[in-house]
């Protein structure tokens, strides 16, 4: 009797989703499945099984598995694994025989295949960034406050097209932030992620390469999403002729796998791989590449946990009324916070809210609960001096008529030095920047902050969070309960999810996860950021604040990692509202301030609606699409303008500024250029590259040792 061939399933589990195609004995589909593991992959594959069981039965069958995140599974259950990109290939070059591009943008990769007309193929993938893939497009859609699913649809409507970084999915978010407040709509948001999306791909993948057709579009987001293949389409310089989109692109890899799957002897039944994957694993992070537990025991962190915090002096409410008092905003890239303090630094009243991109609607809701405590305690404050710092702080200072704009690293330091005044070093991170400052005989020595990358904030890891669904508090204390910290590294957000997907596969539990997140901010920060080789450049007298910090996990791991005592306000999330209202409060006190000037709050928070009207700038080739932001109180803000030529928010368009590179080029240029004395020879060179910077040192040396100089003349 003739033996029974087995059917072929193919395995894709990537980053975000698990997909499966089965083959019958002659290569025809008859079943495909497509699904979000949310990092549950065991289960999720299980699932899909049990389904092929339902509609196909007990079939024989060989197996391989594709997929940046099969790699563990086939370890664990010893089954073949093909690198997903050869299983893409393979699909392509038996069924699209005339493509010679193949685009695949996967949940957290891109991969782009040059294939030449001899066969061979060119193969290249995001590096060390994941900007631009399904993982960036569900954070994006997270952020403006749209599901994923309705994001294309939104999109269609778009009318402009603004700028948005898509190097880091962090850095994106301040962007989108800043079209939010400026009140652009979520359609022109919604196609700017899409561009910026293609352009990312285009600079990571393309490098200057001119796609030749045919292009042949896979992947979930190039599936799902028909404008961003629009968009890439555009970027690329194709016509739409030049594109294949397959009936079922987002299963491709899985399609190869199963195609490949036919090299694989080893046969097994559909029940039988059900009961395989159902196994149990053992954590192995309990005995391998784990760090020390942040805490021996729970009595230990209660103990600890009691004194973590240094506190800041309050004042009672009541003691405010008819008294000079200082208020300070730091509207921040993803919170708002306030405080009201009294003369002596005391604080009285403290806000702090998630601002959703909506900078004035925050700081209002601030004011108002202020307002309405005072009120509640029949207590009247003169409101003498008012400040504001951070992201939005242009914004805030020019709706609300405050008083002054502080940087926000002197901000953060003078309210670290109310704290501890010899401090040495302070540590801030937010929900998407950390800054660092590294203090010197009571002056500011050096300041770092994160700038390419921005994993390690506090939105890391809140993404985190959520991917393990828990609260950020709860993420904390499973972090501090951990005896086993897996280490995790500290990578780009989006590609840590890999890494912490790969440490669930192999059984870690999320406890353990949550306290190696916690080592990695912190690693982050010291390797990456500040990249410190000697850990006494930090001094003694360490404080760390920002929202961050109030992560107890977080705290601990810099003290475990340091091995110093750090010093943590109790306001460690308002630090730099705190110190812009010491600042504005020294001010006042220095200049023997009498004024009867009094800010009432309850004026200041009737700001009604906004109108908004694009324009265009005028003043350059530029053309800056410039926002008018109108408010019922009568105030203006200009928002999108690269430089304050014409429209300004501080009053410089009313005077003629001085040309800066006019003066530059004076100082650089304006100078003898021949010797005293005797000629004794002639000497040219390029206004050009680093002789243009350093002309002043060459033109001296050379003039001095008796040599003229001839400059070459200016570029047109």
């Known amino acids: 009797m003739k033996a029974v061939q087995p059917y072929r399933v193919g395995i894709d589990i990537g980053s975000t989703t698990a997909k499966v195609v089965v083959l019958d004995p002659g290569n025809a589909a008859i079943f495909t499945d497509y699904k979000r593991h949310n990092a549950l992959i065991s289960h999720t594959i299980k699932g899909m099984f049990q389904d092929i069981l339902k509609h196909l039965g007990d079939l024989t069958i060989t197996v391989n598995i594709a997929g940046s995140a099969g790699m563990g599974i086939c370890e664990w259950l010893s089954i073949p694994f093909i690198q997903e990109v050869i299983a893409s290939a393979e699909v392509t070059q038996r069924y699209y025989p005339d493509v010679r591009t193949l685009l695949d943008i996967g949940g957290e990769d891109s991969k782009l295949i040059l294939i030449n007309h001899q066969g061979r ?12 893939t399904g993982a960036f497009i569900d954070q994006m859609a997270t952020l403006i406050g749209v599901p994923c699913e309705d994001l294309n649809q939104i999109a269609e409507h778009y009318e402009s097209i603004h700028s948005i970084a898509s190097r880091c999915g962090v850095f994106a978010k301040t962007d989108i932030q800043a079209l939010m407040s400026r009140g652009v709509s979520k359609p022109d948001i919604s196609a700017s ?13 393309l490098r200057g390469f001119t796609p030749e057709a045919k292009v042949l579009f896979t992947g979930g987001p190039l599936t799902f999403i028909p404008m961003l293949r629009k968009f890439m389409i555009e970027k690329m310089g194709l016509m739409q002729t030049d594109i294949i989109v397959p009936e079922h692109p987002e299963i491709f890899p899985a399609l190869g796998a199963a195609l490949l799957s036919g090299t694989n002897i080893c046969e097994t039944s559909i029940s039988e791989f059900i009961n395989l994957i159902a196994t149990d694993r053992v954590d192995s ?23 973590r915090f240094t506190p800041v002096e309050k004042v009672d409410i009541s003691d405010l009324h008819q008294k000079e008092c200082f208020l300070g905003i730091d509207s921040g890239s993803t919170t708002t916070k306030a405080v009201l303090i009294d003369a002596n630094g005391r604080i009285a009243l403290d806000h702090y809210l998630q601002n959703r991109g909506e900078h004035i609607s925050a700081v209002r809701e601030c004011l108002l609960f202020f307002s309405k405590k005072l009120h509640e305690h029949h207590v009247q404050p003169k409101i003498v001096g008012t400040a504001v710092t951070g992201y939005g702080e242009d914004l805030v200072q020019t709706i609300f008529g405050l008083d002054r704009g502080i940087v926000e690293t002197l901000a953060h330091y003078r309210a670290a030095r109310h704290i501890v005044d010899d401090v040495n070093f302070i540590l801030d991170i937010g929900g998407q920047d950390m800054k660092a400052m590294f203090i010197e005989n009571g002056s500011i020595r050096k300041i770092e902050i994160n700038e390419a990358c921005s994993s390690g904030c506090g939105t890391f890891l809140q993404s985190f969070a959520e991917i ?25 957000t989006v590609f840590m999810n890999s890494r912490v997907k790969q440490s669930l596969r192999e059984g870690a539990q999320v406890n353990n996860i949550a306290a190696g997140l916690a080592y990695s901010v912190i690693r982050n920060c010291l390797n990456k950021v500040l990249k410190i080789k000697d850990i006494s450049e930090l001094g003694e007298n360490i404080v760390v604040q920002g929202g961050t910090f109030l992560n107890p996990s977080v705290h601990r791991a810099f003290e475990k990692i340091t091995g110093k005592n750090i010093l943590c306000p109790d306001i460690s999330a308002m630090m730099g509202a705190y110190g812009c209202a010491l600042m504005v409060k020294d001010e006042y006190i220095a200049e023997n301030n009498t004024t009867d000037k009094h800010i009432d709050l309850g004026k200041i928070t009737k700001i009604g609606n906004c109108k908004k009207l694009s324009i265009h ?27 304050e030529r014409v429209f300004s928010n501080g009053g410089i368009s009313s005077g003629k500024g001085q040309n800066i590179f006019a003066y530059q080029k004076k100082l650089l240029f304006d100078r003898k250029n021949k010797p005293s004395g005797t000629i004794k020879n002639i000497i040219g060179m390029p206004r050009a590259l680093n002789v243009y910077e350093n002309y002043p040192f060459w033109c001296t040396l050379f003039v001095e040792l008796g040599i003229e100089v001839k400059l070459s003349s200016r570029s047109s």
């Not at 999306?197 to 285009?202: C, E, F, N, P, R």
């Not at 105030?635 to 999108?640: A, C, D, E, P, T």
């Open 121 to 132: 193929a060119d193969i290249r993938m995001n590096g060390n960034c994941a900007g631009g």
């Open 193 to 205: 992620i899409f561009n910026a999306i293609a352009l990312q791909t285009i600079s990571t993948l």
């Open 285 to 307: 992070s309990s005995n391998e590449d784990v760090e020390d537990p942040l805490f021996n025991s729970t009595d230990e962190f209660h103990e600890w946990n009691k004194t």
């Open 468 to 492: 393990l669904n828990c609260s950020v508090a709860q993420f904390s204390e499973e972090a501090c309960a951990s005896s086993s910290p897996c280490n995790l590294g500290s990578r780009c």
């Open 617 to 643: 700038c005028d003043g350059c080739s530029n053309r800056c699409n410039v926002t008018k932001l109108v408010y019922d109180n009568g105030r203006l803000f200009y928002s999108g303008n690269r430089c």
